[in-house]
């Protein structure tokens, strides 16, 4: 405004080339687009081109050389629907998901309430709760490799057990399971919080003085508000769960885990790519793990919108 | 009013304009990383996987290397072994971006496409430097030719041991007058040195470190026992397997006895658990330096020859020149001169464990007398199991990958060892059915191309 209110006060002819001018150099330079242009020029660099590469050689024989590559149509995507392994390791993760995911929602949730609830030391409770989340999944894996000894490790030391936790099939996985909870329970953790604190404290008063009790408030008007949060934290960790990978190698040291029970897709992946030097069919196998894992976000947006329609009608 | 919005802007610009020049600091930093040392004029980029107790010893040499060879600058880097390692030469190479010299172990060269990711040694240019076919271990030295040209220079052989703690052994009367543990010559032998050692040990300690569910030992150790019963995997002609289901079962049922009887607990932390107090453990002879640096009396064999012939298993390093679209000049030579000091020097070298690969070493007085690497070098260096010499095969590779996982489901009693035999002969006639994914053939077709 006070630019115009002075611009009148010029001479009209310096006025009108002086604002052309500018405005020229606004509306080139002072486009949003040349905020969001950084992130779009990594974005395509380092996502949608190699996704595009990907896709390219999964229909090629290429190794790791980039040398005698032919095109072979969809060889590749044949052979691995014959491929015992490619559905072992699918299960693998699927059934790492299934574990992992009610757990953590659980957990986080009840970590929620806790540091929601409690009076003193609030910080602390936020921190311990967290702080796992800030490790590399290196140090996880070690770190429970070496809790899960079977003579010296501290989880059979503090429960009196001799169990072999990473050695048999039957705990293999719960093992990962329990290292991946304690490692990334923070993160849904830390969701849950925020939407905790979101919730209006006049709706608890209102229901204080209608003589809910606790637990009714809990079942009424915590979770109900809680549940947009929910979803988001349940789409989240099948997502990250699916695609589950470095802990499990590096607490069964890049090995299969016990009766191969604890290779997961992507280190299948991994182990035709980058073991095998078959860039081809690993790429293959890595987009159909890629559709599966669009199929859930995009199964997962057709409900929400579902959801609101009928919210709506 | 009026300034803030100008400040702003300012502080914008300022702000891209640092990072920017930021980034150009850094890139400049990077160049100046690679740049030449004071006088030298030759650079030589060095890629090798010594993590293991062998990693300071070849920094030592590379430094001594630098001392005596100002002119030319050593850019190492230490890379972690295994299946990544190899990722990133073959990459490195394929991108023609490779380093001037590298290592690699024997058995993965015939699967790393030799002529394209991987340039032949000039032999005269090597006798240049002192280093003459005549002067090493023939088996080693042919293992490295593929169609006639030289790919991998040895540079030693590292074998499984069985480290065992005299203290232990002394007391459970079972060293020899040399104090050495006299080497089992019968599974029995074997079993009743472990029953009497484990007499000395406290409860919950175990009695052998067998790695018995780690898919790389668990193949190393088979492969030394089926050694021992004189297996096979594959015939001459790369078409059919050869392998003994029947032999494989013994073996088998060897490894899995320590576990049912109670000598090994599985997933101990198999190092550890020896340092602190448990008498034997299988590991690599890289372990040397490790076990060396604790205060503990022990020696160190060959795997024991319960089946009668004495075999172990046996890996090379060597020297390879990955593969550069100008290969030659002042950076090859040096890579030249780095790999000769190296291979030459082996004295220094089989302090980290290994057995060199260069035969005058043994003549060295200083190398006679280190121990435990005397007890142990001569008979697993003529004693030697290795794995197939064929394209999936070799440390850490394909092979390793797709039997090592059965041999430890056998170990740990999921599968019945004659099962599990079974399960490696069909995975070997798999692998042998399976093209190389380097150049599209399967190991038959890649032999009959050689010969043509």
Known sequence: ???????????????????????????????????????????????????????????????????????????????????????????????????????????????????????????LWRLCFFAPFLLPSAVIGNLWWWLFQPTNGMVNHVLGLDTPWLTQKSTAMLAVVVATLWWTVGFSFLLY????????????????????????????????????????????QVLASLQVFDQAVVMYQFGPGPEESTRTFVQYTLEQGFTSYRVGYASAISFILFIIVAAVALGRMWLLRNREEVATR | MGQPGLNRRQLLAAAGGLAVAGSFGFAALGTGADALAAGAHTRVRYWNLFQGGDGANQVAMVDAFRDGHPDIAVKDSTLAWGGPYYTKLAMAAA?????????????????????????????????????????????LWQRGIVDGKLYALPLDIHVQLNFYRKDVCEKAGLLGTDGRLPAAGSADEWFDILKEAKGQLKKGQQTLGLHANDQNFCWWFFVAFYGQLGGTYFDDAHTTVTFDTDKATRVLEFLRKHVTDGYVTVGEADGEAFLAGSPFTWEGNWSVPYFNGEKVEYGAQPLPPVFGTPATHAESHSFVLPHQADRGGDGNEGAYRLAAYMVTHATTWANGGHVPAYLPTFEDPAYLKLAPQSEYSRPAMDHQANEPHIWFAGSTGVLAQRVGPIVASSNLGSAAPDAAARRMRSALAQLLAMKNPMDGRTAAQELKGAGA
């Open chain 1, 1 to 123: 405004m006070s630019t115009l209110a002075h611009a009148r006060t010029l001479p009209p002819r310096t006025a009108v080339a002086a604002d052309s001018a500018r405005a020229r150099w606004s509306r080139r330079f002072q486009h949003g687009g040349w905020f969001v242009a950084p992130f779009f020029v990594l974005y395509g660099l380092f996502v949608v081109l190699p996704v595009v590469r990907g896709l390219y050689l999964s229909f090629t024989d290429a190794n790791i050389s980039g040398d005698h590559t032919g095109f072979v149509g969809l060889d590749n995507y044949r052979e691995a629907l014959k491929d015992d392994l490619v559905w072992d390791s699918l299960w693998h993760s699927v059934q790492f998901t299934l574990y992992v995911v009610p757990v953590i929602v659980v957990v986080a949730l009840l970590m929620a309430l806790i540091a929601h609830h409690t009076v003193h030391f609030k910080w």
């Open chain 1, 193 to 236: 919080l925020a939407a905790l604190q979101n919730i209006p404290h006049h709706l608890y008063e209102a229901a204080e003085l209608d003589g809910a009790n606790a637990f009714q408030r809990m079942l009424h008007i915590t979770v109900p508000n809680l549940r947009n949060i929910t979803g988001l934290v349940l789409a989240l």
């Open chain 2, 95 to 139: 991108g023609n971006r490779a380093p001037d010299l590298g290592v690699m172990h024997q058995g993965r060269i015939p699967g790393f496409a030799p002529g394209r990711l991987l340039d032949p040694w000039d032999v005269d240019l090597l006798a240049k430097y002192g280093v003459r076919e005549a002067d090493f271990n023939p088996v």
